[in-house]
C-alpha cells in the first residue's frame, strides 16, 4: 500500500486513443505492455503511479536475460477533460531515436569533457541562473531542477533533471519519488493553464521518463568506450500534444522539423509567473 488515498487499476487492454490515432501502436512492444489508472488525479496519485512504474520496470528489466526487450519506457498521460492520470510501461526490442541520439551527444561530450556528465553540467547551469530573468528556468526543489530547454521541441515543453547523477528511475529512492512527483505536478499543472488557450492544443499532457537502456543501442568499435551508466543521466519532459497523429509521447516529434514560435527564456518567464502550486 503505498497511499490509502490512491487506488491504481491495471488496464487489461490499453485500447485509449487520441482522436482516431492509437496511443500506443508506434511501438513494437514485446514482452510487457501495462498500462495504470490512478485515482485521484493528484500528487499523491501521481507519486503511486510513479512508484509502481519504477518498481515494475526494476523487475523485468533483471528478467530480460534473453534480450529481447532492450529498453523500457516509461510515462504518464494527464487527460485533462476525462480527469484521467494513467501511466504506462512499454518494453521494446527496439531502442528509440530520441534515446539514441541522447546516449550519443552525452558520450561524445563524456569524451570531449574527461568523466563529465552532459546532464549534470546542464541541470548545475540552470540550477544557478535561477536568479537571471533571462533564464530558462521554471522552478526546482532540493534535488532537481525544471527548466525550458534551449531547443525546445514544443513552446510548453519543460525539462526535469535530477541534481546528481543517477541513469534510471529506479535508482530514485521513495523520499527523492515523493519530491520528484511533486515537482512534475506542478509543471504539468503550470503547461496546462499556460496552453488552455491555445487552440493547437488537445487536452492530453505527457510526462515521459528517459531512462538507461538496457542494451547499449550504438554499436562498439576498436576504441574502449565508456558504459552507459557513467554517460547517461535520468531525463524527464513534459509536454502537451498538439496534434493526435505525431504526439507519441515516446519519441517526439515523428512528423521532423517543428517550428516553436517564442524564446524559451520568454515561455519559462510566462510559467515562473503562473506560480502554480501542487
Known sequence: VI?????????????????????????PAFGAHEVLLAE????????????????RSD???YKATDRSSRHFYTFASFDIVKRRLTGTLLASREVAPTI?????????????????CLNCDIEKQERASQQDPESRFVALTENFTAFIPFAPRD???IEILPAWHISSLADLTNQQVGEFASLAYDMVQRVIAGAKNDSRYIDIVHFVMHSVPIVDPIPKNDKPIARLEKVYHFNDYVIPIKDPLYGHPVDI??????????????????????NHQP
Open 100 to 116: 539514441v541520439n541522447e546516449i550519443s551527444n552525452a558520450r561524445e561530450y563524456y569524451n570531449f569533457h574527461p568523466r563529465r
Open 3 to 27: 497511499s490509502p488515498d490512491v487506488k491504481l487499476f491495471l488496464l487489461e487492454e490499453p485500447k485509449q486513443s487520441v482522436g482516431d490515432a492509437p496511443m500506443y501502436d508506434r511501438i
Open 155 to 157: 513552446r510548453y515543453e
Open 59 to 61: 523487475e523485468l528489466r
Open 253 to 274: 516529434p515523428l512528423s521532423g522539423w517543428q517550428i516553436v514560435g517564442s524564446r524559451p527564456k520568454d515561455t519559462a518567464a510566462f510559467l515562473r509567473s503562473l
Open 40 to 55: 485521484p488525479v493528484t500528487v499523491s496519485g501521481l507519486e503511486c503511479l510513479i512508484r509502481a512504474l519504477r518498481i
